[in-house]
């Protein structure tokens, strides 16, 4: 797969250097927000990882070049291109073969950071277990990706337009590590409480540093997943949200769509029925995680 991949020098520079270096999403930039938001987002995330000390390396594919450490140019070239594909890991190929733009969705990234040998990825938030997927089946590959592949994955939780507790329970018989940053309950993406109690709290980056050196060291396969409660001030009230998020949910069944379509759809719907408070909330979460991010990527630096 490195024959197609276009490392920025800034990036290989401080991976030969053995710098801290950490892997960013580009699905927030193509299909996560609407412009000119998701390149302020993208380069406002990118800043607040070189403030920690570390190297912001953003991931997409423009015509078919897997980029790892996007220029400014490439960001806003993809926030504003048509057509651009939503890449997980059985895309890559055609994307590729065909010289296509792609934005790489969380388990697209830890592909592509693994081969480039990033162990660290900021997010937003995780794909897991859709609502009613006892019937649809429907669960996301990022799951899959984070029980074999080597990267530690820092979000605000799983999408809280997904199945919370399905995800968990998917993710403990997957053998993921699932760390709770600085609080007793799980986050919900928009709120800093989902009703499921962490079953791992850490307080302290370095503690969090310490964990993935251990399990680097024992030969673990596999990812960890770090959930970071959204700041208290940029919260919204999970019952409101949740109650909001059924009836986007409802919608989407009386409108047909499945699949890939699903989670953007539900996510401009959340948006719409909030009055923009969900895309504020999920820019602020994305802050956050990028700056925990930066201080585990600092601490394993001292280890």
């Known amino acids: 797969m490195n024959r197609y991949i276009d490392i920025n020098p800034e990036v290989k520079v401080a991976l030969d250097g053995g710098m801290a270096v950490i892997a960013l999403e580009s699905t927030i930039i193509a299909h996560g927000m609407p412009y000119p938001k998701n390149v ?46 939503k890449v997980s890991r059985r895309d ?56 074999q592949t080597n990267v530690v994955v820092i979000c605000a939780g799983v999408k809280s337009i997904l199945d919370i507790g399905a995800t968990l329970e998917y993710l403990e018989t997957g053998g993921v590590p699932v760390i709770t940053y600085g609080s007793d309950e799980f986050p919900a993406f928009y709120s800093r409480r989902s009703g499921f109690p962490a079953e791992c709290r850490m307080d302290d980056p370095r503690e969090i540093a310490e964990l993935i050196k251990v399990k680097t060291d024992m030969g ?39 699949g890939k379509r699903i989670t953007p759809f539900l996510l401009d719907k ?27 990527a600092s601490a394993m630096m001292d280890l």
């Not at 073969?97 to 969705?105: E, M, Q, R, V, Y």
């Not at 504020?280 to 802050?287: F, K, P, S």
């Open 220 to 258: 673990l396969a596999g990812g960890i997943l770090v959930a970071c409660p959204i700041p208290k001030e940029h919260e919204i009230d999970f019952e409101s949200m949740d109650q909001t998020i059924r009836r986007a949910i409802k919608e989407s069944g009386e409108m047909g769509i499945t």
């Open 40 to 85: 302020e987002t993208a380069l406002a995330v990118e800043e607040v990882i070189r403030s920690k000390g570390a190297v912001p390396a953003t991931i997409g594919i423009i015509k078919g070049r897997i980029k790892v450490g996007m220029t400014r140019d490439e960001i806003e070239y993809l926030a504003k291109a048509e057509h651009v594909v």
């Open 270 to 296: 959340v948006k719409e029925l909030t009055e923009g408070r969900s895309l504020e909330a999920n820019i602020q979460l994305v802050l956050n995680n990028a700056k925990v991010g930066g201080e585990i």
């Open 92 to 147: 890559f190929p055609l994307i590729a073969s065909k010289g296509l733009d792609g934005a790489t969705t969380v388990a697209g990234t830890m592909m592509v950071a693994e081969q480039a040998a990033i162990p660290l990825f900021v997010t937003g938030g995780i794909g897991g277990v859709h609502r009613g997927a006892a019937e649809s089946f429907d669960i996301s590959a990022d799951l899959e990706e984070l029980k």
